[in-house]
């Protein structure tokens, strides 16, 4: 079968492509309305390409990396000249590589205020233990604390 999928004749229609993609017939319609595939009609029926059936394939990985539409309808264009692909691959590890180190950045700056907040938690934590530790999220524990408290208060006083 990964024989036939290679196959330029082999058509497809769009319940095989949305299977075989985990795509919705809606996310297909969507990129046929934005000129990014453009599927044949045998009446009310969409019959996709090889061509098309690539050029989704490519659609939705640029999708997971996290590139616009617009860059990703600039990579199938290139996709269309007769240079074996060495354009798109040039322009496609250049786009990679600048989304790469978005996303670094972005873990950063996430790593950072994950620590802001762990801290912030800490502090405030603290605190509220002092001051009233019935208002935080484990308060049975800090229930059990403040009885144990209670208790040694009272035996202090001798009661």
Known sequence: MAADLRRPERTF?????????KATPRALRFYEDKGLLTPARE???RVYSHKDRVRLQLI???KRVGLSLSEIRELLDLYDENDDGAAQMARSLKKFRERASALEQQREDID??????????DRLEKRLAEIRPDLLPRSADYEQLLRARLDGAEMALGK
């Open 13 to 21: 229609s769009i319940r095989q492509l949305c299977n075989e993609f």
């Open 43 to 45: 009446g009310l029926n």
């Open 60 to 62: 939705l990985r640029g």
């Open 112 to 121: 950072g205020a994950l620590i802001e907040l762990r801290e912030a938690c």
